[in-house]
Nanobody, 124 residues
Framework: QVQLVQSGGGLVQPGGSLRLACAVS????????MGWFRQAPGRKREFVAA????????VYVESLEDRFIMSRDNTENTFYLQMNNLGPDDTAVYFC?????????????????WGQGTQVTVSS
């Protein structure tokens, strides 16, 4: 069974950085499409970033691609989301997810397995 366990997150001041981690068990990340999503208060969950199974293709939502970096550590079977220059609009619950059916996806409904979510709050 595939399980995703998230860590990181918390409270950060505007302009700060955070790194989220998503440890995967039951599936090798090196051949699995993985993604990050977020859900702000009162809003629908939205796509943030994704990486394909080979790890040679990354996709970001355009509004975040200059501040957020997704990466993967195959030896740790973990993937990450580095978030820089955070602002109040980045406050949300962040979710990692695994997609087994497609090489890469930005569609929430194409991901079969999800992490538990982690709160990121940007506030002074």
């Amino acid at each position: 069974q595939v399980q995703l366990v998230q860590s990181g997150g918390g409270l950060v001041q505007p302009g700060g950085s955070l790194r989220l981690a998503c440890a995967v068990s039951g599936r090798t990340v090196s051949n699995t499409a993985m993604g990050w999503f977020r859900q702000a208060p009162g809003r629908k969950r939205e796509f943030v970033a994704a990486i394909n199974g080979n790890g040679n293709r990354l996709v970001y939502v355009e509004s975040l691609e200059d501040r957020f970096i997704m990466s993967r550590d195959n030896t740790e079977n973990t993937f990450y989301l580095q978030m820089n220059n955070l602002g109040p609009d980045d406050t949300a619950v962040y979710f990692c997810a695994a997609c087994l059916r497609f090489d890469i996806s930005d569609q929430e409904n194409e991901y079969e397995y999800w992490g538990q979510g982690t709160q990121v709050t940007v506030s002074s």
